[in-house]
């Protein structure tokens, strides 16, 4: 996988984006993949035609972290995507781990263009076991060692 991660972005993003290439580029990562039952495929795509994408196709993406208007300060959302964007809010990425960072990323980074890998959006089974959540949960299990 390549993805190039555009503007200024800090030395912790740099770090959790640097984690998450090394976890999506390790022969552990397609072992897994192929072993791995995903729920909530996007219509009209395969599990395998995902994987090609993932390795062959580029997407270039910029990381912003934003502040938390004060209406959603109980909310439990720690970011979210839009096109070539993620943000994630500041004061959630300062609490989190180099490893939990890495994860988050990893899971929004499949939403972004071109990859537009999408899952429920209320908690469930399928969700958990939607590529996104799964992606995520592994980028942490792999860090983890
Ligand atoms: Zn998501």
Not at 14 to 39: C, G, R, V
Not at 51 to 63: C, F, I, P, T, Y
């Amino acid at each position: 996988m390549k993805v190039k991660l555009l503007g200024r972005p800090t030395q912790a993003q740099l770090e959790a984006y640097q984690l998450a290439m090394s976890a999506y580029n390790s022969p552990e990562f397609k072992e897994w993949w192929d072993k791995t039952e995903f729920t909530e495929i996007p219509k009209g795509r395969t599990k395998a035609g995902i994987l090609l994408e993932l390795e062959k196709v580029q997407a270039q993406v910029m990381w912003v972290l934003v502040n938390r208007p004060w209406y959603k300060r109980w909310s439990s959302v720690i970011g979210w995507a839009e096109g070539e964007y993620i943000y994630t809010y500041t004061q959630q990425f300062n609490r989190m781990s180099p490893i939990e960072r890495s994860s988050h990323f990893a899971h929004e980074l499949l939403h972004c263009f071109p990859y537009l890998i999408t899952h429920s959006f209320n908690p469930s089974k399928e969700r958990d076991n939607s590529v996104p959540y799964q992606v995520g949960a592994f980028v942490e299990k792999f860090l983890r060692g």
